[in-house]
Each structure stands twice: as C-alpha cells, then as structure tokens.
C-alpha cells in the first residue's frame, strides 16, 4: 500500500513533441505529490507538485494532471526538449514533512 | 551556493570498513532526510530528524546504520561494517516542515562503493 507506480519506465519523444508520464498509488493516506528531475550523477531536482484539493497545476511547460478517485497523477512536459532528457521521479507523502515514496522513475530522451 | 551540500561525494571502501558520510542542510530547515538510491531505482527512505530529534527509521536501516543531528544542524550516517550491498547513492534532503511547505530539498548525494 506504500508502493508508487510509474510507467513507463522509458520514453524517447521527438523534441517539439510531448512527454507523458504516470503514476498510481494506492494508499489514500497520500496527500502531496511531488515530480522530481534527476540527471547523472546529480541529486533529484523538484521540479512541480501537487496536492488532492486539485485536479491540475501547470508551471511553465510542465502540467500534473490529478485523479483522486482513480489515484493516477500525470507530468505532462509541452514543447520537449533535448535538455529535458533526465529520469523523472513521481512520488508521494501523507502528512507535511513526512518522508517521500518514490516511483521507480522513467528514463527521458528527447531526440534533437 | 545555499543548497543542501553532501560530503564526500564519493567513496571506495573495501567490505568490512566503516564510512561516515556528512550533510548540510539549508540553513534553517528544521527537517533532513537521509535516502539511499541504487541505479535505476527511486529513493528509499532512510531515516528522517526534526532539529536533532531522530523521528522515524526505515526498516532499511540496519544495526549497521546510525544516523545523528547533534545541534540539529549538519546531519552524519554511519555505515559500519560495510557489505557489497551498501553500494548505493546516499541522498540527503531538507525542508522546512513548519504549517505547510512539504517541499524537500536534495542535494548532489554521496556515491558509495564497496569493493
């Protein structure tokens, strides 16, 4: 019930075009879900979060789309480019300041 | 830079020898996070402190494991007698946990490798 899954666990898109990733989750304890970017060798990034009170949030090219009721969230990233190729991590916390649950993330690559 | 900030960042030790590994957090967050991340894995969580509290521990988090917060400041783990399946990335995160923000912080991680 703590698990997070993501799919997919790779993702090549055309730059220009978008990205989708998704999460699911099942413990209804969650309450925030943060999306994080890692590159090599780097510690992950926040990138945009989200709590249940909604359905969407966008911040530049970057959309969570929220499903409370399937318990699926989304990152959408509009216009891909090369320099968003990273591994992407959804995760999720029940409680502020709680530790996270992490998704097994997804490999980005956006060809040029 | 004012980020989480992690000592060393990396590390080659040789199975059986101890390791101790440092994070400073953001200054003035209350809270600090220890992950540890194998290659193509998410974070797991370790362990977390509020000031120099110890609040909740991992069941990942074996006898070998000690994580301490003395001034509730900086942040050390120590991995003894360390195993081939301690290699890993060892993440430290921070936040300000007061009414609301969860928003953790991550720093660059420490690389470990047992040989």
């Known amino acids: 019930q703590q698990q997070v899954k993501q799919s997919p666990q790779s993702l090549i898109v055309q730059k220009g075009g978008i990205s989708i990733i998704n999460c699911a989750y099942e413990?209804?304890?969650?309450?925030?879900f943060p999306w994080y970017q890692q590159f090599p060798g780097k510690g992950p990034a926040l990138l945009i979060a989200?709590?249940?009170?909604?359905s969407e949030k966008k911040e530049g090219r970057f959309t969570i789309s929220f499903n409370k009721s399937a318990k699926q969230f989304s990152l959408h990233i509009m216009d891909s480019q090369p320099g968003d190729s990273a591994t992407y991590f959804c995760?999720?916390?029940?409680?502020?300041?709680?530790?996270?649950?992490f998704g097994p993330g997804t490999r980005l690559s956006v060809l040029p | 830079d004012t980020g989480v900030s992690q000592d060393p960042r990396h590390k080659i030790t040789k199975r059986g020898q101890n390791v101790t590994f440092r994070c400073d957090p953001i200054?003035?967050?209350?809270?600090l996070y220890w992950y540890r991340q194998t290659l193509g894995q998410g974070p797991e969580f370790l362990t977390y402190?509020?000031?120099?509290?110890?609040?909740?521990k991992s069941r990942l988090l074996s006898d070998r494991f000690s994580a301490e917060r003395p001034k509730g400041s900086f942040s050390t783990l120590e991995i003894q007698r360390t195993e081939q399946g301690d290699s890993a990335m060892y993440l430290c995160?921070?936040?300000?946990?007061?009414?609301?923000?969860?928003?953790?912080?991550f720093g660059p991680g420490t690389r470990l490798t047992v040989t």
């Open positions: 995160a921070s936040s300000l946990a007061l009414w609301g923000p969860y928003e953790q912080y």
């Open positions: 413990n209804t304890a969650f309450d925030y």
């Open positions: 989200i709590r249940p009170d909604v």
């Open positions: 995760a999720a916390s029940r409680g502020y300041g709680q530790n996270f649950v």
């Open positions: 200054s003035e967050h209350n809270r």
């Open positions: 402190f509020q000031n120099e509290a110890q609040l909740e």
